[in-house]
């Protein structure tokens, strides 16, 4: 699907008009550099907060590191008091560096070494478990280090419908209760 001549146009406008601060910028600071408009992804982020707020008992916005990593951006999402969703032991140390207090840890394929750094950092850090083989990790390095004190936060991400080769993470919906249960 193409988007319309006008969207396109008045993207590329908006870019054009901040031409003279790029060159500006450029000129003082040499190239290659990375900027984003502040302006813009504040208001992104209050429209899209003010859409669920007031209508969900629990709301917590989670920003996926996945998209963009870039620290400015980090630094402003979790400003706005977004969550950050890391998917790999790099982006979970990377969002533990900033004063984020609430990250979501997600994904296949976790190292027990970031299984570790995840229960080190439990009062922080919300683990999703995609597996029975992550389950049963996860309990084995509790038991060696020691559960002591703050519980592990914890989810467990359910595996739906049919959708490709989407459907090969998480639970699948029939083996959630066992998971609960063994959980």
Known sequence: RRLPGHVLE???AAILEKGPVFLESAS????PQYLFDEPSLSLRISRFTDAFRGRLARFQPFYAMKS???SGIIRHVVEK???LEVSSGFELRHALRTSCREILFNGP????E???LAFQNRDRTTLVLDSFGE???????LKINGAGGLPLK???RVAGGRHGIWNKFGIPLEGLREMLKKA
């Open 10 to 12: 008045a993207y590329v």
């Open 28 to 31: 003082r600071f040499g190239t």
């Open 68 to 70: 963009n990593s870039f």
């Open 81 to 83: 008091g977004l969550g």
């Open 109 to 112: 394929g976790k190292t027990d």
């Open 114 to 116: 970031e299984l570790r």
């Open 135 to 141: 389950l049963q990790r996860v309990s084995e390095i």
């Open 154 to 156: 914890a989810g467990v």
